[in-house]
Every structure is written in structure tokens, then in C-alpha cells.
């Protein structure tokens, strides 16, 4: 289900300095890019054809590989995986980000300078919802998504974000314009409380951040229930394709 994507090692450090390669698939030549963070299920085929999506509407989309087998779905593997890659990623953190953050920056950087983006815009999914929060801060990113965020896991009332990450992210957003975050209003992972916890920390005096909530007890939004959703998960997709338009190709 890749072969029509481009296929490339790509090795940058975490904070501590350890050095972590992850390959990346890209796929179109358009100037505005767009980084799609894979979701804990993996990159499957709902997952593919979002990118396709976004390929068919002009952008040039990036799918970093992190974890788990390519072109299906494996929850209860790639759990198990997510839980053995410690260095990376810190599922029942609060108030500090997972360090796979660091590498996700170093490559919106490296697209932006290396490859003729005008701008990346980043989604984030599930495991990886708060990551696209934590990444509009860096100046190579101008657009940003976080759907159905769920970390740190247990704790919906907390972020997966230190209190200076949310400050550089909402200077990041006050530059650049608003984000987007999605979710079913029935989804026990990302809960009302959710939500909240993001409006005190982002909306409290604008704005900052777009809090979508779609009817059903679905999970994920854009992938594997977009089907589900119906007619107002169609239109959340169709609300962020426009979106990353209107940020990156302005």
C-alpha cells in the first residue's frame, strides 16, 4: 500500500542526546507539507488513504514510521512495542512531553529547509495528539492538528506538556493563528475533561485552539471511525483540509 511513497532513513537526536532513526514515507511534490504522526493502531490503511487525501488536494505528506508493521492495523503489538521504546515515548507522564517530540521537530526543520516547504503543518493522533500541540511552537511549523489526544494515559485532567511548553506553544499559536483538536463526545480516551484541561491551559483568554467534538462514542476521528463517524466526521475532515490550506498555501 506504500509503494507509490518515497522511502528514507532520517537520524536525529533526543534531548539527552541519544540519536534515534525512524524511516519516513512521503508521497506528492507540493510545496505546502504536511507531517501525519501515526496513531497507536499504526499505519494502516485508514491511515494511507488520509494521506492520499491530502496528496489528492496538492500537499506533499510525510508519514514517519515509529513503531509497528506498515499497512495494517496491530493495537495489542504495537502497545506492547510503544511500552518497550522508554527513551522515546512516556505514556503516564504528565506535565512533560515524550522525547520522540524532539525528533519529530528536528524532522519539520529538516523538511522545511531541505525539501522547499513553505510551511509544515503537523497532525497528531491518539498516542501522538499532544505532540501536534507541542510542536506549533518550533518556527518550522505553521499548522497544526490534535486529534482524539489521549496522553498522558489515566489522566485526563493533565497534558502530556510542561507549563514552558505550553507557553512557547501558545506564543507559537499567537504568531502563526489557531490549531485544531478533534474528538466523539463519547470517546472514553479523550475525555470531556480532556478537552477542558486544554481550554484552561490555551483558551483562557482567546481562541488558541479550535475544540471540535463530533456526536458518537468513536475514537479515532480522521482514520479507522472516520466511516463511522458519518456525515460529521466528513465534515471535520473536510474543516481541516481547509484549514491546512488556508495556513500553509496562503
Partial sequence: MLESFQIRNFTAPLADGTPVSHDVYSKGDGGA???IIQ???GIGPETISLANTFVERGFRVVLPHLFGPL???SLGGNTLRVFCMRKEFTLFTS????PIVDWLRALCQDLKANHDASGVGVIGMCLTGNFAISLMADDSVLAGVASQPSMPLMKQ???????EEVAAAREGIDQKGRMMALRFSGDP????????????AFNDDKERIKLVELPGKGHSVLTLD???GGESAQHALNEVLDYFTEQLKA
Fill in 71 to 73: 499497512g495494517k492495523i
Fill in 33 to 35: 507539507c504536511v507531517v
Fill in 157 to 163: 485532567d493533565d497534558l502530556h506538556m510542561s507549563s
Fill in 226 to 228: 472516520l466511516i463511522k
Fill in 189 to 200: 480516551l479523550c475525555t470531556g475533561r480532556k478537552f477542558a484541561a486544554i481550554a484552561k
Fill in 95 to 98: 506535565h512533560k512531553s515524550s
Fill in 39 to 41: 496513531e497507536l493502531p
